[in-house]
């Protein structure tokens, strides 16, 4: 299975963050279902042409997370995740994303009336398309 990662090396984000958040987002989705296999860690790595480690370091903290799970010998799997958990995922990442764009206006000497407004007026133009 080849996932949909792109990786930006304009990013600030490590490779192995940006991994890990896409693959986040894929399980929280619903892209990606409990019992779904995942590229093994040589295959992804030669797939995103990052190194070995740094795929490695993205399945271990997505393990950690319980997001995955793998069994010797077999693969790497979507764990059954609860829609609870996939809810918080999905928060955190609106809420980072967010972020991001808000550090992003302050780079731009943005005040903060000028940020919310520039978000109102993003949001208006979605809800109107």
Do not use: W
């Amino acid at each position: 299975m080849k996932l949909p990662i792109k990786l930006s090396k304009q990013s600030r984000e490590p490779f192995y963050h940006q991994i890990e958040q896409q693959i986040k987002a894929l399980i929280a989705s619903g892209q990606l279902l409990a019992g779904d296999s995942l590229p093994s860690i040589r295959s992804l790595s030669n797939d995103l042409e990052v190194s070995v480690i740094t795929t490695r370091r993205a399945y271990q903290n997505l393990e950690y997370q319980e997001l995955i799970h793998t069994s010797q010998g077999k693969g790497t799997f979507v764990s059954d995740v609860h829609q609870s958990l996939k809810d918080e995922v999905q928060k955190d990442m609106v809420y980072q994303a967010v972020k991001q764009a808000i550090q992003t206006a302050k780079q731009h000497n943005y005040t903060e009336e000028e940020i919310r407004d520039t978000f109102l007026e993003a949001l208006s133009k979605e809800e109107n398309l």
